[in-house]
Nanobody, 119 residues
Framework: QVQLQESGPGLVKPSQTLSLTCTVS??????????WSWIRQPPGKGLEWIGH???????YYSAALKSRTSISGDTSKNQLTLQLNSVTPEDTAVYYC???????????WGQGTQVTVSS
């Protein structure tokens, strides 16, 4: 069974870069037709899709966050990384990574990690 675990700093200062890691176990991030998504949920709001990286390393981002977002994969560690630049308090949220199959069929999710942007 594929499991995902997010990790990273819980507190980031405004204007800095948020960097999170998603460690995948029980399956390879290069598995065909699988997309690895990052999603977030700000307090009191709904889920927001941030972007994904697919099995061949191609990335696609939400238009709203594209200018500040980078997603990469490390096949040697079977990990995914999310970087969000120039954060503001509005980026405060629980951040999740998830496995998505071709056709936007959602699979396993990590438990999520809380990130607070504050000075």
């Amino acid at each position: 069974q594929v499991q995902l675990q997010e990790s990273g700093p819980g507190l980031v200062k405004p204007s800095q870069t948020l960097s999170l890691t998603c460690t995948v176990s029980g399956g390879s991030i290069t598995t065909n037709y699988v997309y690895w998504s990052w999603i977030r949920q700000p307090p009191g709001k709904g889920l927001e899709w941030i972007g994904h990286i697919n099995y061949s390393g191609s990335t696609y981002y939400s238009a709203a966050l594209k200018s500040r977002t980078s997603i990469s994969g490390d096949t040697s560690k079977n990990q995914l990384t999310l970087q969000l630049n120039s954060v503001t308090p509005e980026d405060t949220a629980v951040y999740y990574c998830a496995r998505v199959f071709e056709g936007w069929v959602w699979g396993s999710w990590g438990q999520g990690t809380q990130v607070t942007v504050s000075s």
